[in-house]
């Protein structure tokens, strides 16, 4: 897939061409490279300057569109077989969030001034 030579800024048009993209498959690492940057900057982070609190966030963002496009795909299962195996995945998604946030907060706490300094 080529992509066009100037993004657009929207972040559900670059949601739509990174799905593109990899649902094809034959894509270059520049272009892969130029898509995430150009996602961060629609996001407000800047690609070169990225904070572990933007990456969090942008991280945070991810998980809750994965979430959100595995429950629109839910509602159009087209048989329960289908629909139970979303489910689990929609459910191991939700674990593996919590995990995360869990993760995030005990690095935040070890890393945090202790809040009575030893003397």
């Known amino acids: 897939m ?9 972040p559900d048009e670059l949601d739509a061409l990174y799905q593109q993209l990899v649902e094809q498959g034959d894509y270059t690492q520049e272009d ?10 629609a996001w407000g982070i800047d690609p070169e300057n990225v904070t572990a609190e ?5 991280m945070q963002e991810s998980m ?8 629109m795909a839910m509602e159009l299962a ?5 629909g139970a195996k979303l489910d689990e995945v929609i459910d191991m998604a939700e ?4 995990d995360i946030v869990q993760a995030l907060s005990d690095v935040k ?4 001034p202790p809040d009575h300094p030893a003397e």
Request: zero cysteines; hydrophobic letters at 35%.
């Open 109 to 112: 706490g070890r890393d945090s």
């Open 54 to 58: 933007q990456l969090i966030g942008a």
């Open 78 to 82: 087209p048989d329960a077989e289908s």
């Open 32 to 41: 892969h490279d130029r898509l995430m940057n150009a996602r961060l900057r």
């Open 95 to 98: 674990k593996l969030r919590q």
């Open 2 to 10: 080529r992509l066009p030579d100037v993004l657009p800024s929207d």
């Open 64 to 71: 809750n569109r994965m979430l959100l496009n595995l429950r």
